[in-house]
């Protein structure tokens, strides 16, 4: 299939969405499918081997590559022929028409879940643009069904329109041991949350809370590693953690390589993901694989692939997530169960079944039908 896929926009990648993207572009080109990319001109470079339809230098500027997609874009491919356009990041671009059937991927609509996530510029072009262009795509795919739910509810998507297509495992092609040893971490004496610093979304300060509530003998054995690249509000998160009681214990470690996440999650003592909000949370089930006990907040996404696998917690109560932590430390018969269910599940996710139905028909049809908010 002559397929034209959107790589906009890329996070330099640094996000969940970017390495959704590598995924998702590498899944179709195994599968044979004759691929051109829409990249920015900051990302053409890292899609040298792929044909491209690259973004001006300008619109490496968030809001002129959001008009650049919606009404120049589909000019610049009306000529290619395509059997299907996909864009791979339908909640952060859309176009306004295309010549052929567009597929928009939904990956969450948080907005609506986690006040004062952005600026009211991003905000308007969220809740009010993006809607009117999604509900006009020939297929609309979710990730999870919590997503799902959020695009008939907020956005009006026909429900005929929807499919969820459930992410795969996320694993780096390459591997490279040391990443733990360099920071000084003892394998098996650190709480590991991997995520970008935003706040309030990702709710660190709240499991900040929770570090400070485990015991006190608990939180000299292990420390709490968040890694992750400094994002909108991360400055709140850093002030909290230095004034915290137990900021001796808390590490920072920043941006993480794809060939060090290996290293980082097999010498964890266990997972712990707090997000407010997810629309799917890959590294929940990346530590699922690499044999990880997991906690997670009982919301979005994250309730919907860790039910039964892992223990589930309030993410805005610091005791509660306290205590998952507790019982992941402490509790032999719950440790080893959560390790053996969670990467029994994790088994379930594949990209290569996610990129097959994404040029199908798009994924898995839900029959029941969400009610209106």
């Known amino acids: 299939m002559k397929l034209l896929v959107c790589c906009v926009p890329y996070d330099s990648g640094h996000s969940g969405v970017s390495v959704y993207i590598d995924h998702v572009v590498r899944a179709l080109a195994a599968q044979g499918h004759d691929l051109t990319l829409i990249t920015e001109h900051s990302s053409r470079k890292h899609f040298a081997d792929y044909a491209q339809v690259s973004l001006p230098a300008l619109c490496d500027n968030a809001v002129l590559s959001m008009l650049y997609c919606l009404f120049v874009l589909p000019w610049r491919i009306v000529r290619g022929r395509y059997d299907r356009l996909l864009m791979l990041a339908a909640t952060r671009r859309m176009v306004a028409w ?87 971490l003892a394998s098996g004496r650190y709480i590991l949350y991997v995520s970008r610093i935003e706040h309030p979304g990702k709710n660190h300060i ?14 000299e054995r292990y420390q709490l590693v968040i890694v992750g690249a400094d994002w909108s509000g991360a400055e709140a998160v850093h002030d909290y953690a230095r004034q915290s009681p137990a900021a001796l214990g808390i590490l920072f470690a920043g941006y993480i390589a794809a060939e060090d996440m290996a290293d980082a999650y097999r010498h964890a003592a266990c997972y712990v993901f707090p997000s407010r909000f997810e629309g799917f949370g890959l590294s929940l089930i990346e530590a699922m694989h690499y044999g990880l006990p997991c906690a997670a907040a009982n919301t979005s996404s994250l309730k919907e692939i860790g039910e039964g696998v892992a223990l589930l917690f309030d993410p805005e109560e610091p005791t509660a997530i306290a205590e998952a932590i507790t019982a992941l430390l402490t509790d032999d018969a719950v440790r080893e169960r959560c390790r053996q269910d969670g990467f029994a599940r994790a088994a379930q996710f594949t990209w290569e079944k996610h990129a097959r139905h994404l040029v199908g028909d798009g994924g898995e049809v839900v029959a029941e039908k969400v009610a209106d908010a």
């Not at 069904?145 to 780096?172: F, Q, Y």
């Not at 709240?206 to 939180?219: D, R, T």
């Open 206 to 219: 709240n499991l900040i809370k929770a570090y400070e509530q485990l015991a006190p003998e608990l939180i």
């Open 98 to 184: 295309s010549p052929c059937p567009v597929v928009a991927v939904a990956h969450d609509l948080a907005i609506y879940h986690v006040q004062s996530k952005y600026d009211p510029v991003r905000t308007f072009y969220i809740k009010v643009c993006l809607p009117f262009f999604v509900r006009r795509a020939w297929r609309v795919v979710a990730i999870s069904r919590a997503t799902r739910e959020d695009l008939i509810r907020h956005w009006r998507v026909p429900v005929d329109k929807i499919r969820v297509n459930h992410n795969g495992l996320s694993l780096p092609q390459k591997h490279r041991d040391g990443w733990s040893a360099a920071l000084g």
